[in-house]
């Protein structure tokens, strides 16, 4: 039998559609969009003399560097989803070996491709209709292009010697560029101060962006830490106490992979340098809204029973159970956003020694 739909579903389509719309509107505006690269270009060649190009980078589209104008003043502002190479393989923490980094993502890639193997020998390709095996399945992806990365990080810092003396070298000259140029307007020359200004931020630019497979992993990280907490919550909250039955009786297997996603996703945190800037929670609403989308899918196609009762769309509450669930991806999402951000604000204070920032 297909997909029966009632009037009360269309207020279900028109909830998904509005988060699908507002995650596409806020990536495009964060993300870079054709308006606002071309307002950044024109502002380039005010600021730059012409034949002087800028090169950025950014996954769909370049990420330019913002010039602010205020009175004639022009100041070079990094945009808050920038992403160094450094960041994706170094720790945060200064005595930290990057292989170090390198063990646990490895380690976590083994563990949770043996449970979902595990879980797959068990139910079948057909487990697959759990957006508990998607979550999985993406954090799995996570790890392994973390731990292809982290392999030529550590590959790079053999070659090249200790990153950190490169970053005190450019912290040491840029120090020596403001002083010389301190010390020249003292001697009464005249110093164009937005040309100083470029030439610092062109030193920033000089550090090794992430590239397309960097800014992946950002957005894997960020889709996968959503994810993760509103599986986990949903699984330990909602379906083991009042929706447990034969199928979702709780197990060991199933008791590890509702923890263990959420145990090395955390581990992995305390110990990268990745940051967390809150647009990217649109791509974790656009993969919570992608597998819904399924579900109507193989439903319309003949597929008759729902994994999760909530989602079903034949009883007059399924509108109410969609705009919950659209309500909390934003604490889901959130709770790991203040972990971050509580780990970039007080680490420094704890552990001002042995915590770096990268960014």
């Known amino acids: 039998m297909g997909l029966v739909v009632y009037w009360y579903d269309f207020i279900c389509f028109g909830i998904v559609a509005a988060a699908v719309l507002g995650a596409a509107v806020v990536l495009v505006r964060k993300e870079g969009a054709a308006e606002g690269i071309l307002s950044w270009r024109r502002r380039l ?18 990420i330019l560097e913002d010039y602010e104008e205020d009175e004639g003043d022009v100041r070079a502002k990094e945009p808050a989803g920038l992403i160094t190479w450094e960041e994706m393989w170094m720790s945060c923490w200064v005595c930290l070996h990057p292989a170090v980094l390198l063990v646990v993502r490895f380690v976590a890639l083994v563990v949770m491709v043996l449970l979902l193997a595990w879980d797959i020998d068990i139910w079948g390709g057909t487990i697959y209709v759990y957006y508990t095996e998607w979550t999985f399945t993406l954090v799995i992806i996570y790890f392994g292009l973390a731990t292809l990365i982290s392999i030529e990080g550590c590959y790079e810092w053999y070659k090249q010697g200790s990153v950190r003396d490169q970053h005190e070298t450019t912290d040491f000259l840029r120090m020596d560029t403001e002083q010389e140029a301190y010390a020249a307007e003292r001697a009464g020359e005249n110093i164009n101060e937005n040309t100083v200004r470029l030439q610092r931020h062109q030193e920033q630019e000089n550090r090794k962006k992430a590239g397309f497979w960097g800014y992946t992993m950002q957005i894997l990280f960020q889709t996968c830490a959503g994810s993760v907490v509103m599986t986990d919550i949903v699984f330990w909250v909602i379906i083991v106490p009042f929706l447990s039955t034969e199928r979702f009786s709780l197990n060991l297997l199933m008791g590890s992979m509702h923890s263990v996603n959420a145990f090395f996703l955390i581990v992995d945190s305390a110990l990268n340098s990745m940051h967390f800037p809150w647009f990217r929670g649109a791509y974790f609403m656009l993969w919570t809204a992608l597998y819904v989308i399924f579900q109507w899918i193989i439903h319309a196609c003949g597929f008759s029973w729902w994994p999760y009762p909530f989602l079903e769309l034949s009883t007059a509450w399924a509108p109410l159970w969609y705009f919950a669930l659209a309500i909390l991806c934003i604490p889901c999402y959130g709770l790991f956003t203040l972990l971050i951000k509580g780990k970039e604000r007080y680490f420094p204070k704890w552990f001002p020694h042995a915590y770096q920032n990268l960014n």
């Open 45 to 62: 060649r005010r600021a730059k003399p012409e034949g002087e190009p800028f090169k950025y980078e950014s996954l769909f589209l370049p």
